[in-house]
């Protein structure tokens, strides 16, 4: 149960496009489109942001999206905002049933 | 509106046990898969467990596993952890969380609670 693997940081100023990879492999990431992203802002709980590797709950704006290529996923966010200064952390169900997180990334807006 | 309100963490010695709770309230709890997800004090996040709706199918982290026990009483819209042989490394706030889709397990997480702190320490 490795943790998937994202960079530590991000940043990007206001209106601009930053996207965040997130590498797995054949056995989770790669295996399955159950990727899901989340948004965790200090002493806040884990927002959904995407799930299925592209798909946004009601409510998240069109400005996050998701993709994946073989064993990375990547989350874009566009048009940054001051509010989407916050870490940020992939998940992926596994070829052996359990759930991998990744290290998570901070994301600055400068 | 969906509500998980988590429970029961607090201070406990190394060896020690804790039972954590969640109460769910808002959806009907048992068309749900439920997990557990743990942060350590400035750390990522970590799944723990998770269980199916009838409480038929349950996986565990290697990390936990042979410790924790994970139950749900769909009678009371409530989840639990046992906690036995803790270690200092089991620090952290622990989630509970719904997976977004009915009746599907590993789609992504849609409510979380606001977390309960568990902390082991001497």
């Known amino acids: 149960q490795s943790a998937l693997t994202q960079p530590p940081s991000a940043s990007g100023s206001p209106g601009q496009s930053v996207t965040i990879s997130c590498t797995g492999t054949?056995?989770?990431?790669?295996?399955?489109?159950?990727v899901s992203w989340y948004q965790q802002h200090p002493g806040k709980a884990p927002k959904l942001i995407i799930y299925?590797?592209?798909k946004r709950p009601s409510g998240v704006p069109d400005r996050f999206s998701g993709s994946k290529s073989g064993n990375t996923a990547s989350l874009t966010v566009s048009g940054l905002q001051a509010e989407d200064e916050a870490f940020y952390f992939c998940?992926?169900?596994?070829?052996?049933?359990?759930?991998?997180f990744g290290g998570g990334t901070k994301l600055t807006v400068l | 509106q969906v509500q998980l309100v988590e429970s029961g963490g607090g201070l406990v010695k190394p060896g020690g046990s804790l039972r954590l709770s969640c109460a769910a309230s808002?959806?009907?709890?048992?068309?749900?898969?439920m997990s557990w997800i743990r942060q350590a004090p400035g750390k990522g996040l970590e799944w723990v467990s998770y269980?199916?709706?009838?409480?038929?199918?349950?996986y565990y982290a290697d990390s936990v596993k042979g410790r924790f026990t994970i139950s749900r009483d769909n009678a009371k819209n409530s989840l639990y952890l046992h906690m036995n042989s803790l270690r200092a490394d089991d620090t952290a706030v622990y989630y509970c969380?719904?997976?977004?889709?009915?009746?599907?397990?590993?789609?992504?997480?849609?409510?979380w609670g606001q977390g309960t702190l568990v902390t082991v320490s001497s």
């Open positions: 969380a719904r997976d977004i889709v009915p009746k599907f397990v590993g789609l992504g997480y849609d409510y």
């Open positions: 808002g959806f009907t709890f048992s068309d749900y898969w």
């Open positions: 269980i199916s709706r009838s409480a038929s199918t349950i």
């Open positions: 054949s056995s989770d990431v790669g295996g399955f489109n159950y």
């Open positions: 299925e590797v592209h």
């Open positions: 998940n992926s169900f596994t070829g052996t049933n359990t759930v991998v």
